[in-house]
Every structure is written in structure tokens, then in C-alpha cells.
């Protein structure tokens, strides 16, 4: 089943904060997040595990609700580089087999 | 460290040709993985490769579509007769794992551009 994402796309100022939601009808082991910018592959940024266990880079935080299956990527102090499209992958089968969402799309304008 | 390589970056076929795409993943991962990438939607999983075991090709359409990875290192996905429908970015990715292990990091490589006339 695959995750819903929320917005679907987003429109910031350099400096503004954003949220992009993830969410399953599933019950799951892990939520990872990609960002992708045009014709270019996925780059990692976070994964967050089931039990509270987070692996990623510094300055992007997220959340995970276990209980509603949800995940929530925060984007705070944006910067043009944070443009691109944000995908939330699923996993709930405990295989590393991931589901991925229709994507956020996110455009930071100076 | 290199990352995943793919090959070719491009390529574009009439509908009922054949093509192959090729991929070596980040030395040491014993996962790989197929994704097929449809304009404006997210990566969706075709195959996934412990090794040179299959773990998961529930999605692959296995009338036209084969794939393999012989010596658990690269590996081959290949579209026989090819359709319309198939033009899309086809990515490789790999993870370390090494067993049933939750949660590890995918790294993708740059994808493969396939456009059917």
C-alpha cells in the first residue's frame, strides 16, 4: 500500500520552514526520506526506526508517530539547495522493502 | 567510496524491441535493487536481490520483464518485448544488509532514461 504524502507541493522563501507529511495504512518498521532533484538520482537524508532509533543528516529533523503511522520531515531556515522533490519510503515488512509515497514537491525562491 | 553505477544513461527503443540495463553496486552491499521511476511519482520496486537470491518481485512483470545478478555483485534487468508504458527511469540501488535487517540506508545510482517509440 503506498504511503500518501502531504502537500503535494510547497512554494517557500529562502528562510522559511516547511512540513511534509507522510502517512500509512500500514503498521511499519522504518520511514526513510529521499530528496530528488531533477534528473538526478534520489539522495538519502533520514531514515527513523520503529522504537524511536533516528540515522541522518544534522540539519533536517523528523518525526515518527508509531501509533498513527505517520511521519512528518521538517524543513526549518530553507535554503535554495533544499529545492527538489521529497519522498517518504515505507517499509512494513521488515526486509528493508520500501513503498514510496507520490513525492512533495518543494521550491525555495531567494 | 565509488557509488552505484548504471549503464546506459539513456536509451530509447521502438515498442517490441528488446533492452537491457546494467547496474554494480557500492562494493560490499549484498542488497540490490530494481526500481522503475514513472514521470512525476515515486520510485516503485520491481525486484530486490539478497545476493543472488530474489527477496521480493511481487511487482515485476515477469511476462516481459527479467532480471538477474549471478555472482551477487551487478546485475542485468532486461524488458523483452518492451511497451509504451515502459519509458520511464529504471534505478539501481543497493544496502549493505546482511541478513533480515529493518531499516538500512538504499543508495541509488543515477538511473537509466528509457523512452519506447
Known amino acids: 500500500q503506498q504511503p500518501v504524502q502531504s502537500p503535494q507541493a510547497v512554494i517557500l522563501r529562502e528562510g522559511e520552514d516547511a512540513v511534509i507529511n507522510c502517512s500509512s495504512s500500514k503498521a511499519l518498521y522504518s520511514v526513510h526520506w529521499y530528496r530528488q532533484k531533477h534528473g538526478e538520482a534520489p539522495v538519502f537524508l533520514m531514515i527513523l526506526l520503529k522504537g524511536g532509533e533516528q540515522k541522518g543528516h544534522e540539519k533536517i529533523s523528523a518525526s515518527f508517530n508509531e501509533k498513527k503511522q505517520q511521519s512528518s520531515l521538517y524543513l526549518t531556515a530553507s535554503q535554495l539547495s533544499y529545492s527538489g522533490t521529497y519522498f517518504c519510503g515505507t517499509e512494513t515488512s521488515g526486509y528493508s522493502t520500501l513503498t514510496f509515497g507520490k513525492g512533495t514537491m518543494l521550491l525555495v525562491s531567494p | ?117
Open chain 2, 1 to 117: 567510496e565509488a557509488g552505484v553505477a548504471q549503464s546506459p544513461r539513456y536509451k530509447i527503443i521502438e515498442k517490441r524491441q528488446s533492452v537491457a540495463f546494467w547496474c554494480n553496486p557500492i562494493s560490499g552491499h549484498a542488497t540490490l535493487y530494481w526500481y522503475q521511476q514513472i514521470l512525476g511519482q515515486g520510485p516503485k520496486l520491481l525486484i530486490q536481490f539478497q545476493n543472488n537470491g530474489v527477496v521480493d518481485d511481487s511487482q515485476l512483470p515477469k511476462d516481459r520483464f527479467s532480471a538477474e545478478r549471478l555472482k551477487g555483485v551487478d546485475s542485468t534487468l532486461k524488458i523483452q518485448p518492451a511497451k509504451l508504458e515502459d519509458s520511464a527511469v529504471y534505478l539501481c540501488a543497493s544496502s549493505q544488509n546482511r541478513g533480515s535487517v529493518s531499516g538500512e540506508t538504499q543508495y541509488f545510482g543515477p538511473g537509466t532514461r528509457l523512452l519506447v517509440l
